[in-house]
């Protein structure tokens, strides 16, 4: 099975830290993705990576970047969080390419509360 | 820009009863999935459709797509208490990336 690992379920940090959330994947998927999730508006693309060193922005990267540098691990930064980020953030991965057929597969996600 | 709306976005049934959640999307697109999400967990993969007329059925749920109509269906049959969660569809339009409806809440009233 495909496990996503996300390092924190619960977070909580104060306006203008900066923030990391990290994601492990285990099974060499290219694809990982950055989603974060708040009531009424399902889930929403903050960033997202094909590979190594890639970076593509996603529906909502404003006040956010990212990381990767091993194909497994996709981080996540909050340069100085800010109480609007507050949310529960997920992590996804994916096998790259339409032949793949198979769906992204999430972590358990971490609530980030910013105070 | 790919707009992905579900109806209902809740959702009360008795146990029993049959009911179908809908999912229109703005674009053209082949590829849909359907997740569910229990509270505080994370999101399950139901359902993988690719191509126009796709049908998959899994125990008590079953999914369809129609690519002309831009049209997902994820109907639930006889509903037990334990399809208590929620819904979300997702469309793929060809770049890996996926935007998600907003989700149906679905609560199984015994």
């Known amino acids: 099975d495909v496990k996503v690992t996300q390092s924190s379920r619960y977070l909580v940090k104060r306006t203008g830290e900066k923030v990391f959330l990290e994601c492990v994947q285990d099974?060499?998927?290219?694809?990982m993705f950055w989603y974060r999730q708040d009531p009424g508006l399902g889930l929403r693309l903050i960033y997202f990576s094909y590979d190594v060193k890639m970076k593509e922005k996603g529906d909502i990267p404003e006040g956010y970047s990212v990381s990767r540098e091993k194909k497994e691990r996709f981080s996540l930064i909050l340069e100085s969080a800010s109480t609007n980020q507050t949310s529960m953030y997920l992590c996804?991965?994916?096998?790259?390419?339409?032949?793949?057929?198979?769906?992204?597969?999430f972590g358990d996600g971490t609530r980030l509360s910013i105070l | 820009e790919l707009k992905v709306e579900q109806n209902p976005l809740f959702l009360s049934m008795q146990e029993g009863k049959n009911y179908t959640i809908y999912c229109n999307y703005s674009?053209?697109?082949?590829?849909l999935y359907w997740y569910r999400q229990d509270p505080g967990k994370s999101l399950e993969s139901l359902f993988v459709l690719l191509s126009n007329g796709a049908v998959k059925q899994e125990g008590r749920l079953m999914a369809s797509l129609d690519t002309k109509a831009r049209l997902s269906t994820l109907h639930i049959t006889a509903a037990v208490h334990d399809l208590s969660a929620t819904y979300f569809c997702?469309?793929?339009?060809?770049?890996?990336?996926?935007?998600f409806g907003t989700g149906t809440r679905l609560t199984i009233i015994p």
């Open positions: 099974m060499d998927h290219e694809n």
């Open positions: 997702a469309v793929d339009v060809g770049n890996e990336k996926l935007t």
């Open positions: 996804a991965s994916s096998l790259w390419g339409v032949i793949s057929n198979q769906p992204q597969h």
């Open positions: 674009t053209t697109s082949d590829r």
